[in-house]
């Protein structure tokens, strides 16, 4: 029987597990992790660390009858292209695929191609950044451009978003650099223009120089300094005459890449002057985008094509069979330990609904603030016949989902507290960002004249919040897109506290002040350690 190799065990190569055992092969997949989730799925496990390229070119010359080695949603082409260049096998060059995974490299090829790339200097952990940053803006000034921030400082060689921030000020610049820095395998780093415009994902696939699209999604970017994806909508809503100029950017970068074969997935940016890339990969992308949503709303597969090309035969790129939008949406959490999930939405095959509900959380669990895309707490994917139903549907499932914290854990402390913290110095953002960052100032006032507990009896047996009468007022909307009343429904959904000064203990300050700055989780934090505190149960 003839066999496929697979880098990496994780849930985004479920897709690529499950074609390649439908077309007929042994999926032998290989992951750095013996816990892997879909390790259970592979025909074969191979342990082996996916940047071990030559451990991976000895395990693969003993499979039977190889025909092919592939890799979605992992950032590991290089190691792909390695083995098939060793074994004779489908596949672009290690330079190639080193072009396309490298950042810098990245970055210096399409500028050379006279493709639109962000303007960007790259050094190594003996670099300082600081001259790095002088030579950027001599760089820039020579072009013209005076100025210099915001820039975008990050890793030449990871995904995820993992060390990626955005930058301000001088003041912002060292931290920033520090951090991309241990997110690099090779401790080397990128600093780079912020490009304003909204952001594109896009998935296709290459054959005999033609490439066709496989899908272009419109991504939901948030939380600056960071770069946290809450989730993508595909097809893009964005006129054709728009993404037919980000495809032909995207091609030509492609090429000049050396994508000839196999798949090319990109992230653009559309400027007032066009399209800029934002990084190419040779592969299939994540973030549920090639394995879920594409073929959620098209009806079409890619990776089963993808496939059939790194073995060396012809894809069939068939038509479009469904005509539908797939909205993906992520929810998170603040700093924690996850006590208990609870009201998760079911799925459904229906034409219109929720079809996937990704878990990456369960009690016990670390939680934290996303400063990354691997961080957040799970994911909802919904379909229906236009985008501002599919969306709303993810939406509401996913403010469905509540994520109770442990009580008294030093880390939401810490997080609750950070937002007391005075500002730092030099520091042109908010963090943690408030949950309700915009309620108003009367509002705010009545609470901070509020003490902390409204009411306290000797031996409490109840527990209540005292209610704000301005609160009906207030318009706010939190991360997820909750509101108030909504959040308030869901601290009594997980503490069932009511809204009244009739109780033994009554909170007040503490209270609505971790509901604005943590939003539900944070409010119902106070209220079990409250309870816990005074043994109410």
């Not at 549907?393 to 402390?413: C, F, G, M, W, Y």
């Not at 943690?432 to 003490?451: D, E, F, H, K, Q």
């Amino acid at each position: 029987m003839s066999s496929v190799l697979i880098l990496g065990a994780g849930v985004m190569q479920g897709p690529a597990i499950q074609a390649a055992q439908k077309m007929g092969y042994r999926a032998v997949v290989a992951d750095g992790n013996n816990k892997a989730p879909l390790i259970d799925r592979a025909d074969q496990f191979l342990h082996i660390d996916l940047v071990d390229y030559t451990s991976l070119i000895t395990a693969a010359s003993r499979l039977e009858d190889l025909r092919g080695v592939i890799t979605a949603g992992t950032d590991f082409s290089f190691s792909v292209a390695k083995v098939a260049e060793a074994l004779g096998l489908p596949g672009i060059s290690p330079d190639a695929a080193l072009r396309a995974s490298d950042k810098a490299y990245m970055r210096k090829t399409l500028q050379a191609a006279g493709i639109p790339v962000p303007a960007f200097i790259s050094g190594c952990h003996t670099d300082n950044p600081v001259i790095l940053l002088q030579q950027l803006q001599a760089e820039k000034a020579a072009q013209g451009t005076a100025k210099l921030y915001p820039l975008v400082v990050k890793p030449v060689d990871n995904m995820g978003g993992r060390g990626c921030r955005l930058v301000a000020s001088d003041s912002e610049l060292l931290a920033a650099w520090l951090d991309a820095l241990e997110h690099s395998r090779t401790k080397q780093v990128i600093i780079e223009d912020y490009i304003e415009g909204p952001e594109f994902s896009i998935d296709a696939l290459v054959h005999e120089g033609r490439m066709v699209l496989r899908g272009i999604a419109d991504r939901h970017i948030y939380f600056q300094p960071y770069f946290i994806e809450m989730g993508h909508t595909i097809p893009s809503q964005y006129s054709p005459e728009i993404l037919a100029e980000i495809m032909e950017v995207f091609t030509r970068a492609a090429a000049a890449l050396g994508i000839t074969r196999g798949a090319a997935k990109g992230d653009m940016k559309y400027t007032s002057h066009g399209p800029v890339v934002g990084e190419i990969a040779a592969r299939l992308s994540g973030g549920y985008m090639s394995g879920w949503t594409y073929p959620l709303s098209s009806g079409i597969n890619p990776i089963e094509d993808a496939l059939a090309i790194a073995c060396g035969l012809p894809p069939l790129f068939p038509e479009q069979t469904r005509n539908l939008v797939c909205a993906e949406r992520a929810f998170i959490s603040i700093d924690g330990t996850v006590a208990s999930v609870h009201a998760i939405p079911q799925t459904s095959d229906e034409s219109e609904g929720v079809r996937n509900l990704f878990m990456r959380c369960s009690a016990g669990s670390k939680v934290q603030f996303p400063l990354n895309n691997v961080q957040k707490c799970g994911n909802i994917l919904a379909v229906a016949s236009d985008a501002n139903k599919a969306s709303a549907i993810a939406e509401q499932a996913a403010r469905k989902i509540l994520v109770r914290l442990q009580s008294h854990n030093p880390e939401t402390d810490n997080f609750l507290a950070a937002y007391n913290a005075p500002p730092i110095p030099g520091i042109s953002y908010d963090w943690p960002p408030r949950a309700y960052p915009n309620i108003s100032a009367m509002t705010l006032g009545l609470v901070a004249a509020m003490p902390d507990l409204m009411r306290q009896e000797a031996t409490p047996r109840t527990l209540s919040v005292a209610p704000l009468k301005s609160l009906a007022s207030e318009q706010d909307h939190d991360w997820q897109g909750r509101s108030l009343e909504e959040a308030l429904a869901a601290v009594q959904t997980l503490c069932a506290v009511k809204y009244t000064v009739e109780a033994d203990v009554v909170l007040g300050r503490c209270f609505w002040q971790a509901l604005f700055n943590g939003g539900y989780q944070a409010a119902a934090y106070i209220v079990d350690c409250t309870k816990k505190e005074y043994g109410i149960a």
